[in-house]
């Protein structure tokens, strides 16, 4: 019913900068707050940023000030502006969504995308 599919990733040189995307289709009747995780090799899943319907951010303490979080709600859309990349950002990035359907416009429910590689080396 639902789908969200992430792009954007790839290998940067520490220092540069690369732009996410993570795009939700479906039967979607409202999207409530959408979120960036992030999964290293070894490590659990973190949340990285995420926006409420309204707009208002929030960012992990390691990515302030680097990473800007954006959101189209006409096109259910969000995007995560990642600058000045560190070694430390190399991850799977996932993207999250809480979604009612038009089947149950009543209830959230989370979902989550297949993830995209970024990878941070010179």
């Known amino acids: 019913q639902v789908q969200l599919v992430e792009s954007g990733g790839g290998l940067v040189q520490p220092g540069g900068s690369l732009r996410l995307t993570c795009a939700a289709s479906g039967r979607i009747f409202r999207i409530n707050t959408m979120s960036w995780y992030r999964q290293a090799p070894g490590e659990q899943r973190e949340l990285v940023a995420d926006?409420?319907?309204?707009?208002?951010?929030n960012y992990a303490d390691s990515v302030k000030g680097r990473f800007s979080m954006s959101r189209d709600n006409a096109k259910n859309v969000v995007h995560l502006q990642m600058n000045s990349l560190k070694p430390g950002d190399t991850a799977i990035y996932y993207c999250?969504?809480?979604?009612?359907?038009?089947?149950?416009?009543?209830?959230?429910?989370?979902?989550w995308g297949q993830g995209t590689q970024v990878t941070v080396s010179s």
């Open positions: 926006i409420t319907g309204g707009g208002r951010t």
């Open positions: 999250n969504a809480e979604i009612a359907t038009l089947l149950s416009m009543s209830y959230y429910r989370n979902y």
